[in-house]
Every structure is written in structure tokens, then in C-alpha cells.
């Protein structure tokens, strides 16, 4: 094996010579970016301190970025004489990292190439005392060198989702050889933990840990609202294009259910009056949060205060979840189940993906493809009682069955950082 990685290496510097020239060529002629090149082949500055004692956290890109947040700042506390580095392999996981991170990571970059040469650079510059990945990051150089250099390597938060398992069961005998490279392979379910064992993963080195994502709190700062019999709808971090849907849907719906109130969060308060003109267009009564109006006299309240969203999603009936007939990939549905409110969201959930695939397995949650779906789920929601019931429920027992997940880490961590 280690002759293999030899001759791996050696070709690896040569090919790898090669990309770099064709990679800046083509960047120039198409006038792109080379954002990040230089330091996933290997070459960034570290700080000066950074040459022991150091935990490090890969998360690929935005949605792994905000999973680790809460075990990130768990960690942080509890191993307060340890560096904190963060890698991500994307610029949008770079720069959600830097600002999320700010005065708690010690050194936020790009996760290196998993070639030979770039590893070999990376460990040169940094040896942590332990490295964490979040989900499915099998880079198979990158696990290679962290055992070469004693460099205890965990996977946390894993999954595998249906269609990759088909892909990976053909080459169980490769990921065999990535995963003895590991000393722990912790999976979200049973189900991933028992696909990760027939691809590879060594039984005794593979648990279930639960998910890291639905390690949040409730808000419980008093919310000044006054909620009556009326069944609320929120919108919560919508984007431009999706209010049009979420009126339209609000519209036809009110004709059915008139004590049905609407609360519509613009992901974005510079959004706040082009959205106030939408509503205006449909001839409801509306009023804004900001002044504190409610729904005594108003059918729809815009929400254009900060930092109240995940307190309102405690008032509502029924959550819409934005940033989901878009690209933007969808927000975290959790802010609205840990209050026990059946969500819905549009198509585009890559942000939250293993998310949507535990809740969308029962009613908890609903992913629609477009405005029609959209209006009829809402309404089977409001009409059926039983159907309703047994939405929140679902969303309480599916929250409650998945608590811990940072705890257990931490713990592990705690084995090895002695």
C-alpha cells in the first residue's frame, strides 16, 4: 500500500504541474476567479501560533458549515486550550465559515486538492491533535496522510444517501482501505450506520450518534404578539420571487379559510419595500411588525424587525420555508419543528437536505415542486384535523429522537484529547 501511495505521489506532482497551468489558462480566458487555488494546492500562510495543539473541523460547504455550528462552539468551551481551524472546500462554505466564526475559529481555509502533493503540503503546515469531518467526506489521500501522521480522523454526522449507496456498495473494497484510516465513523441513523458498514466501515469503529443539526434550543424571550382563534401561515427567509407564490397561495386560500392570517419574512430587510408593495397589490390589510401591529385589524403581518423569525414561528399554525423556489438551497426547517409546526418547503433544499429527508418521511414536512402543490398541501393541512395532529407530532417525536448528537462528539473527543 505504501509503495502504491509512492508511485501516487510522484505521478500525482506531475499531473497535478500540469492542471495548474491548464486551470489558470482557462480561468483567464473565461475572466473567473482563482479564489482559493493557491491554498487548496497546499500554499497558505498560518498564523504564527498555529503549530500545536489544534482541532480542526472540515465542513464542504454551506450546509455542513451550519451543522457544525453548536459542537464548533461546544468544542471551543470545552477544550479551551486547543486552536480551532476550520476548513470548507467551497468559497460560499469559506465565507459563511469566516463570518459565522469570527472570535471562535483561530484559522478559517480551504480544505486541500486530495492529491498527494497538496495533502503532503497541508500537513506540513498544520498537524492537528484531531480532525473531524462533517458527513460524507471520504478523500482517500487526505485519510492516507492524517494516519501517516498519527492524526486521529473521525466521521461525524454521516450519511449516505439511497442513490450514493448504489454507487458505493460496487466499490466496497476501495472505501475498505479509506475507512481503516479512520478511528471513528459516527453515522445520523441507524440505516446510515448500517450502509456505511456494508461499504466498508469497520462494525467496531461505526456508530450512530443522531444529528448534529437538531442540537438547537428553543427561543424563550417573550414575544409581544397577540395570537387569537385565527390559523397563521408564515413565510419565513423569503427571497425574491417567492413572495409572489406565497401571496398567490395566501389569496386562494383565504377564500376558503377566512379567519387564515399570513406573517411574511424577507430573508433580506432591504427587500422590506418592495415586498410591502406586493402585499399592497392584493388589497389585504397589512401591517408591519416594526410598528407593532397585529391582527386585530390586518390579514397580513410583514415581519421586518431582526432577530424575531424563529420566535414567530412559535405564534404560527403552519411554516413555508424560503430560499426554496430558488437556488439559494432552502433555510433550516428546524426553526419552526422544534415548535412543533408542520413545514413546507419549495424544491430547492440542498442546504438542508439530510433535514428534509428525516422529516419528509413522515408528515412533519412537505417538499413541493411548485405554487399549485404548494396551495394544496397548506390546505389539506388547514382542513383535515387528523392529518394536522398528526403533522405536529410527528415533528416533536422526530426532534426529540435526535437530540445529542454534539454531546456524543464531544465525549469521543474527549477520549482522545486527554
Not at 462554505?93 to 481555509?109: P, R, W
Not at 469497520?202 to 427561543?219: C, R, S, W, Y
Not at 413565510?235 to 379559510?257: M, Q, R, Y
Not at 424587525?305 to 433550516?332: C, K, P, Q, W
Request: glycine share 6%; hydrophobic share 40%.
Amino acid at each position: 500500500m505504501n509503495f502504491i501511495f509512492l508511485i501516487l505521489e510522484i505521478l500525482s506532482a506531475f499531473l497535478f504541474l500540469i492542471f495548474t497551468i491548464l486551470y489558470f489558462l482557462l480561468r483567464k480566458l473565461m475572466n473567473k476567479s482563482t479564489e482559493g487555488f493557491f491554498a487548496k494546492s497546499g500554499f497558505f500562510k498560518t498564523p504564527a501560533d498555529f503549530k500545536e495543539k489544534t482541532i480542526m473541523f472540515h465542513g464542504v460547504s454551506v450546509g455542513e458549515v451550519i451543522a457544525l455550528e453548536n459542537l464548533i462552539k461546544l468544542a471551543r468551551e470545552t477544550f479551551k486550550d486547543y486552536k480551532i481551524l476550520i476548513t470548507t472546500g467551497t468559497k460560499t462554505g469559506q465565507d459563511i465559515a469566516k463570518k459565522k466564526y469570527a472570535g471562535v475559529a483561530d484559522f478559517v481555509t480551504y480544505f486541500p486538492f486530495d492529491l498527494p502533493v497538496c495533502d503532503k503540503l497541508f500537513f506540513k503546515k498544520i498537524k492537528p491533535d484531531i480532525i473531524l469531518m462533517a458527513e460524507t467526506e471520504l478523500w482517500p489521500f487526505f485519510a492516507y496522510y492524517a494516519k501517516k501522521n498519527n492524526v486521529p480522523l473521525l466521521l461525524i454526522n454521516g450519511r449516505i444517501s439511497d442513490d450514493s449507496f448504489k454507487t458505493y456498495k460496487y466499490f466496497g473494497w476501495f472505501f475498505k482501505h479509506i475507512f481503516n484510516c479512520y478511528d471513528g465513523i459516527f453515522t445520523q441513523s441507524r440505516e446510515d450506520m448500517e450502509k456505511m458498514i456494508k461499504i466498508g466501515a469497520p462494525a467496531g469503529k461505526t456508530e450512530v450518534m443522531k444529528n448534529l443539526k437538531f442540537d438547537i434550543q428553543k427561543n424563550t424571550t417573550p414575544l409581544d404578539f397577540k395570537k387569537g382563534e385565527e390559523k397563521i401561515l408564515i413565510a419565513g427567509s423569503t427571497h425574491k420571487g417567492e413572495d409572489e407564490i406565497v401571496l398567490k397561495t395566501f389569496c386562494a386560500l383565504k377564500k376558503e379559510f377566512k379567519d387564515l392570517k399570513l406573517i411574511i419574512a424577507p430573508r433580506h430587510l432591504t427587500r422590506t419595500d418592495s415586498v410591502s408593495n406586493l402585499i399592497k397589490q392584493t388589497g389585504f390589510k397589512y401591517g408591519f411588525r416594526s410598528k407593532k401591529e397585529d391582527f386585530s385589524e390586518n390579514d397580513v403581518i410583514l415581519l421586518d424587525t431582526l432577530g424575531e423569525l424563529s420566535r414567530m414561528y412559535s405564534v404560527a399554525d403552519i411554516a413555508f420555508i424560503g430560499g426554496s423556489f430558488n437556488n439559494t438551497g432552502g433555510h433550516n426547517p428546524l426553526e419552526a419543528t422544534i415548535y412543533s409546526k408542520p413545514v413546507v418547503s419549495g424544491p430547492s433544499v440542498k442546504n438542508f437536505k439530510d433535514i428534509y429527508w428525516l422529516l419528509s418521511r413522515s408528515d412533519a414536512a412537505k417538499v413541493v415542486k411548485t405554487q399549485e402543490e404548494l396551495e394544496g398541501h397548506i390546505r389539506k393541512l388547514l382542513s383535515d384535523a387528523s392529518f394536522y395532529s398528526k403533522a405536529s407530532s410527528d415533528s416533536t417525536e422526530i426532534f426529540e429522537s435526535q437530540k445529542g448528537a454534539k454531546d456524543f462528539v464531544i465525549s469521543k473527543m474527549k477520549t482522545i484529547l486527554k
